[in-house]
């Protein structure tokens, strides 16, 4: 499979909700910045938005720029972690099906 070759997205700028713990900046960037590997074109930059909606249920939102199309995913679940697995499991499908 033929890819951009970063490893990682440059840069990741990740927004949390005031109610969502500080450590949760950490673990979206982990999951979302090795997805540069996966993309067709170069991919310099992702907004991850974290959210509580309820008070039981976290969403997570997140935008990458893969040399300039828009690729968007978006998931909820009852923590920070689920919830950003999912949108990364969703963005690595979307990622690999550009590649046809």
Known sequence: MKHAGA???GNVAVELDDRIAARARRYAHDRIA?????APEPTDFAHVRLTA???????????L????????AKAE???FEEALDAVRDQLHGRLLRMHN
């Open 53 to 63: 909606v309820g008070p039981r249920t976290i969403a997570a939102h997140v935008n």
């Open 77 to 79: 679940a009852a923590t």
């Open 7 to 9: 490893a990682e997205i």
């Open 34 to 38: 090795p997805l540069a590997r996966y």
């Open 65 to 72: 720029d893969v040399n300039g199309t828009p690729v968007v």
